[in-house]
């Protein structure tokens, strides 16, 4: 991936409104290592930020041990498999009326009653284990409302960091927000696995319920997060309202569309069982070395995430980034020895970050306080939908054709889209964060 640091010549600091609770940002200099002064500056984001990075292990704890209990009950993969169907289809109807809910209350109000909500749902699953009531239709109903919390609070959450750091410290935050999720998805089902073998389902519950604490105190100490200007009472005309903005705004579409370059045409995740065999001639570990590997190099584009902070051209860097991406999966698609592919993985995961990054900036930085929740909510569904979109899509692609025809293929398609988005939108390329344009 060419070099990130050469997107833009020495910076001169940003002028803006330090938020309240917020000490005025330091020069910017050079990193390496993630920029923490966002957990530094303002006492009531590094709250925010310690609470779910908590909260965020617990519930991918909680993920990995209601599998366990489907599977220990039905002893059904296809089961297991309608798990993630129950979690997903909830997180993408709610998630655009959640975003319509954070743009017309108290975005505190909605993160506070939310979080609660999924909390106790944890102490459903904990109670109905401790009781012996295991019933698989029971814990599909707690997965689909549990979701639905989520839909209601990510929007809530995410409108909430422009109004606690200014805008030069949201690439810091949102590399650090990649930590909490990197973190959270290997951290979580570790520790699932382990307690929930050792101790019983209800010991991961109780755990996640606890973990809740810390994201319910974070939530509990911030001050009123009200729009700036209310939105539309209605909740579906605030959607469309939403969405007939993201209409008008070139820039902010183009992050969503590059974002589905990479998930939808370059995502072989469904295809890891069957590369482990036939290309290595692995077994159930070498599909889990496979899975884990982009989450390896994403920590690691996590960590590595000081020099983010330098670059304006936000665009450009998104379209580097996720030709990155494609290039790296396409590669990963023609290797035949595991540790060369589990380079080009992990080098895939690290470019989805840097891109994670720098869409999400935009998205922040570009659209007006009392639109953010709709964006946000519009934001979870790519982010939702797509990955399995492109699994779908692989996996056809593949029985059609070859997992490495697929593979490769969809790395090449991804890259190829990129440059129509590219030459077709030639402003987005030129974004600057300074003057911020949707």
């Not at 109004?163 to 570790?190: I, R």
């Not at 100490?221 to 903005?245: I, K, N, Q, T």
């Not at 964006?375 to 939702?384: N, R």
């Not at 077709?424 to 964060?433: E, H, L, Q, V």
Request: aromatic share 8%.
């Amino acid at each position: 991936m060419a070099n990130p640091g050469r997107l833009s010549s020495a910076v001169t600091p940003t002028t803006s409104k330090t938020p309240p609770g917020a000490t005025a940002a330091p020069r910017p200099r050079r990193r390496i290592f993630a920029d923490l002064t966002p957990l530094r500056t303002s006492p009531d984001y590094r709250r925010l930020w310690i609470g779910n990075t908590i909260s965020w292990a617990g519930q991918a704890m909680t993920a990995l041990a209601v599998s366990l209990q489907v599977y220990d009950i039905t002893h059904s993969s296809f089961s297991v498999g309608l798990v993630g169907l129950f979690s997903l289809v909830p997180l993408v109807v709610f998630g655009l009326y959640g975003g319509a809910v954070a743009d017309t209350v108290d975005r505190r109000t909605l993160g506070l009653y939310s979080a609660a909500g999924a909390a106790a749902l944890s102490v459903a699953l904990a109670t109905a284990a401790l009781l012996g009531f295991h019933r698989v239709w029971f814990l599909y109903a707690v997965v689909a409302l549990q979701s639905v919390c989520g839909a209601l609070n990510s929007p809530a959450r995410s409108a909430m960091i422009p109004k606690l750091l200014p805008p030069e410290q949201l690439p810091a935050a949102n590399a650090l927000t990649s930590l909490t999720t990197t973190f959270g998805a290997t951290v979580g089902p570790m520790l699932g696995g382990l307690i929930a073998g050792r101790w019983g389902y209800e010991a991961a519950y109780l755990i996640d319920v606890a973990a809740f604490t810390a994201a319910l105190y974070a939530m509990w100490r911030l001050p009123s997060m009200r729009p700036e200007r209310g939105g539309d009472e209605r909740g579906r005309a605030s959607v469309l309202d939403g969405l007939r903005f993201l209409g008008t705004r070139p820039n902010i579409r183009m992050t969503f569309f590059t974002d589905m370059c990479a998930m939808v045409l370059a995502h072989p995740r469904s295809l890891f069982p069957a590369v482990a065999v036939l290309w290595y001639g692995g077994d159930a570990r070498t599909v889990g070395l496979l899975a884990a590997a982009p989450a390896v190099g994403a920590l690691l584009g996590g960590l590595l995430s000081g020099w983010q902070g330098r670059i304006r051209r936000h665009g450009l860097a998104i379209l580097l980034s996720v030709a990155a991406w494609g290039l790296a999966i396409a590669v990963f698609g023609l290797t035949r020895n595991l540790w060369l592919g589990l380079f080009f993985l992990a080098l895939a995961g690290c470019a989805d970050t840097v891109s994670m990054v720098f869409r999400s900036t935009m998205l922040q930085a570009a659209t007006p306080d009392e639109m953010r929740g709709r964006l946000q909510g519009v934001f979870i569904v790519v982010v939702a939908g797509g990955p399995r979109l492109g699994e779908f899509l692989a996996g056809a692609a593949a029985d059609l054709t070859s997992p490495t025809v697929a593979v490769t293929g969809g790395g090449l398609a991804c890259v190829a889209a990129l440059a129509v988005l590219a030459a077709r939108w030639p402003a987005f390329a030129r974004y600057d964060a300074r003057s911020p344009q949707a």
